[in-house]
């Protein structure tokens, strides 16, 4: 009997001290208190095994031993209820009593060792068990080893409650981890106090104390973090919110989870699904399937696109044999949407929807690096936009902008793109052969009257720029068809313009002029020259002032070079302002010489109209010069006159208020009807050179003349022509009753010195 204990009581320490050595290695949150617990147990056992070895005759050593057993179980139960505390998570006792629990323990310990001399606590005899026939030491013990028991049976309690507490607390999963330490532990109380009760020749209770510390180390290093870890796997595959495929090794699908049935929801039996899309998967990778592969996809579920990331995923074991495999299905529509709306802002034009400028050129690029066949950069300006903000308000300018950009996006097809490049500024790349110029204006036109509901008139550009070199910077594409817009602008009859290379070199020279006008203007390079006009009789009646530009560089630079850039430009009227005073300085030096005979005609621009108060200007000039108001003719274009009616009237009032005659100049050469003369309040008309060159039908020519003359008589009006080249269309105009002549015929225009000269 002592024998097979002693062999069991060995085997059980064998087993605990490998035990505390494997848990000493393992990274767990409880492995002090649990290598603690074992410690203590090896301990304990190894204490009860030497005393029940003791052999009789030696009965202090058997005392001393036995003692150390006694105590030993002291720290036995300190341990388990540190362990308890550490494997419950409940709070270990507050220091103080844990303290006290420390010096009761270490009391009682000192008490057992003490006890081998004065036998206060316990004392041996040798007794032979009668059945077996055995010596045994039996343990006698006296009162104060009740305080020993009710100190360990104490611990052994409280970490009872506390367990049990657990085992009713906490959930399902865990309930079973603690209630089997809960059972071992009663199992030992249970056996000790019934080895007690029953004076027992060894106590058996020892074996169970090093069970349940083996069965502790177990629990806590393994057994239920498993279990706990294979629910907790259950849980997260089946809660996950990535879909999950798994299949054996015979691609029988054998497990599902939520989120896949949502995704593939409506497509019939899931484990069905599953099993057609891992035939569709190794179809489409020939059977080649690597350990782990990716891939995107896409999926409609309840009409809506979803992104999905597909992992697929080959298990194998340890020996590389093929176990089984796994779809996993990412649900990235989300994160995609987000990275398209990002992408989408980074490449668009928040407000209408079209390309923005960075995104454009990259199309550009990449559509041109595969032309097949000649490409157009079509560019739109609407004019005068910014005025149209300012009168009605951004909204109304927004409106129309967003309608622009829907009209450009219909008609954009393959191999076409667009985009906003600022403002009221849009550029189309399309392929020449899907250009129709009326469409496009048609399309425009209706735009703009849908947008607006004002009276407001809008003016539009189209700037056309046919690409030669696919190569050249798009923005450079884009700066050519802008100039051929800038080369048309103010011109309201065309709205087309296609960019041909002269229209650079005239840009260049445009930007020349405007460049040098001021310091020509400060340095006097502008002179007055002028033409006479000569009556029909033949006498000298004055001249028209045309400005020459004396370049310092360049000589003589006639008007038809700088006039309508300047016009163009909106700088004319200073011109004009100058041009008006040396006419008027020149008639106040003629008057002083006697010569009021002679008058001269100014030219008053379009544009002057603009920029300008006429009336205000020849009022100051009149006060500020001596000359006869009747010898400055003003020279007003029929083109004027048709251009803002009302207004061009108010100021030929406001001019004849003041005395000046006002001339219309190039008459014939606009849309003008005879009817208009009535209407309008002129005193001289000035029929433009165009009727007297040469054209096929000179006799329409000549009538349009002679009907000119005689209505202009009608009304009372003398009538001067310009561009007289001939002695033949001289006489041929005087013979239809034109008043005066002005021409190469008499002379060209001239310096006034040399004017002077001639005629003065
Ligand atoms: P315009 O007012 O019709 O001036 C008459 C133009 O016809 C002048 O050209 C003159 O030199 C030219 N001319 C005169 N007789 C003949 C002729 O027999 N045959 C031909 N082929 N041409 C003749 P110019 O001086 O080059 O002026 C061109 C235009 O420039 C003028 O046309 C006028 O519109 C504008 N211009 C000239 N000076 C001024 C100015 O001071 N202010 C403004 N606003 N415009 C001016
Ligand atoms: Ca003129
Ligand atoms: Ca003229």
């Known amino acids: 009997m002592l024998q097979a204990l002693v062999i069991l009581l060995i085997v059980l320490i064998i087993i605990m001290i490998v035990s505390v050595i494997i848990a000493n290695k393992k990274l767990i949150r409880n492995r002090d208190s649990v290598v603690q617990l ?11 095994t030497v005393f029940i070895l003791v052999p009789s005759g030696y009965k202090h050593l058997a005392a001393f031993t036995g003692g150390l057993y006694f105590l030993t179980t002291d720290w036995l139960v300190v341990s388990l209820m540190l362990f308890v505390a550490r494997y419950t998570n409940v709070r270990p006792p507050s220091k103080l009593p844990r303290y006290s629990v420390y010096l009761l323990a270490g009391v009682d310990s000192v008490s057992f060792l003490v006890n081998t001399f004065t036998k206060h606590m316990f004392y041996l005899e040798r007794m032979t068990a009668p059945q077996l026939g055995m010596e045994y030491w039996d343990v006698r013990l006296k009162f104060p080893h009740v305080i020993h028991r009710v100190f360990v049976y104490g611990l052994v309690l409280y970490s009872l409650g506390v367990l049990l507490y657990k085992v009713i607390q906490a959930p399902g999963i865990y309930k079973k981890k603690y209630g089997t330490i809960l059972i071992q532990t009663l199992a030992v109380v249970g056996l000790n106090i019934l080895c007690s009760a ?16 083996i069965s502790i180390c177990y629990l806590a290093l393994y057994a239920l973090p498993r279990k706990v870890l294979e629910k907790i796997h259950s849980i997260i595959v089946g809660d996950s919110v990535v879909g999950l495929f798994a299949y054996d090794n015979n691609g029988k699908c054998i497990g599902v989870n939520r989120m896949a049935e949502e995704l593939f929801e409506g497509r019939g039996d899931i484990y069905d699904v599953a099993a057609q899309y891992l035939t569709e998967w190794m179809e489409e990778h020939d059977g080649n399937l690597s350990n782990i592969m990716e891939s995107e996809r896409t999926v409609v579920r309840n009409g809506e696109k979803k992104y999905i990331y597909v992992t697929y995923q080959k298990f194998l074991d340890k020996k590389k044999r093929y176990l089984g495999c796994c779809f996993q299905f990412e649900d990235r529509t989300e994160v995609v949407l987000r990275y398209k709306e990002e992408q989408y802002r980074a490449t668009h034009d928040m407000l209408t929807g079209l390309l923005n400028r960075e995104a454009f050129e990259v199309e550009v690029r990449n559509i041109l690096a595969q032309a097949q066949e000649p490409y157009y950069i079509v560019n739109s300006n609407i004019k005068d936009f910014k005025l149209l903000n300012e009168l009605y308000g951004t909204d109304v300018g927004d409106r129309l902008l967003i309608a622009q950009a829907n009209m450009i996006r219909e008609a954009e097809r393959e191999g076409s793109v667009s985009c ?157 302002l100058y041009m008006w005073e040396s006419a008027a300085k020149k008639l106040e030096e003629w008057k002083k010489q006697g010569r009021e005979d002679l008058s001269i005609s100014v030219n008053i ?12 200007a020849m009022r100051t000039l009149a006060g500020k010069y001596d000359f006869n108001i009747k010898n400055l003719k003003l020279e007003i274009t029929e083109s004027a006159l048709m251009e803002n009616v ?8 406001g001019l004849h208020g003041l005395g000046y005659d006002i001339e219309i100049d190039d008459f014939g050469s606009g849309y003008s009807s005879l009817g208009m003369l009535k209407d309008i309040n002129a005193d001289i008309l000035k029929i433009d050179m165009i009727f007297l060159q040469e054209t096929k039908n000179v006799k329409k020519s000549t009538t349009i003349i002679k009907n000119i003359i005689f209505m202009s008589k009608e009304l009372g009006m003398p009538v001067i022509t310009e561009g007289v080249e001939t002695k033949e269309q001289m006489e041929f105009l005087a013979d239809a009753g034109c008043d005066m002549f002005q021409g190469y015929y008499f002379a060209k225009p001239m310096s006034v010195a040399d004017f002077e000269k001639e005629y003065c």
């Open 198 to 213: 029953l004076n027992a020749c060894y106590d058996y209770s020892v074996v169970l104390y090093a069970s349940l510390a």
């Open 646 to 653: 009302r207004e061009v009237m108010k100021t030929l009032d």
């Open 605 to 616: 621009s379009t544009k002057d109209f603009f920029y300008l108060d006429i009336c205000e």
């Open 38 to 48: 074992i410690s203590t147990a090896i301990i304990t056992a190894c204490c009860y």
């Open 420 to 576: 906003r490049v600022y403002a009221d500024k849009f550029c189309t790349l399309l392929p020449k052969s899907y250009f129709d110029e009326q469409q496009f204006i048609k399309n425009i036109k209706a735009t703009m009257e849908s947008c607006l509901t004002t009276t407001f008139k809008l003016h539009y550009y189209l700037g056309v720029y046919e690409i030669t070199d696919v190569n050249e910077p798009v923005w450079t594409m884009y700066d050519k068809a802008m100039m051929a817009i800038e080369a048309v602008r103010g011109n309201y009859e065309q709205v087309v313009c296609y960019y041909r290379d002269e229209l650079l070199q005239r840009i260049m020279k445009e930007k020349e002029v405007l460049g040098e006008f001021d310091r020509a203007l400060e340095e006097g390079q502008f002179r007055m020259f002028l033409q006479p006009q000569i009556a029909n009789n033949g006498t000298i009646v004055g001249a028209e002032a045309l400005v020459r530009w004396i370049h310092p560089e360049k000589g003589m630079v006639s008007p038809g070079v700088f006039i309508p850039t300047l016009e163009k430009a909106g700088l004319i009227h200073r011109l004009d």
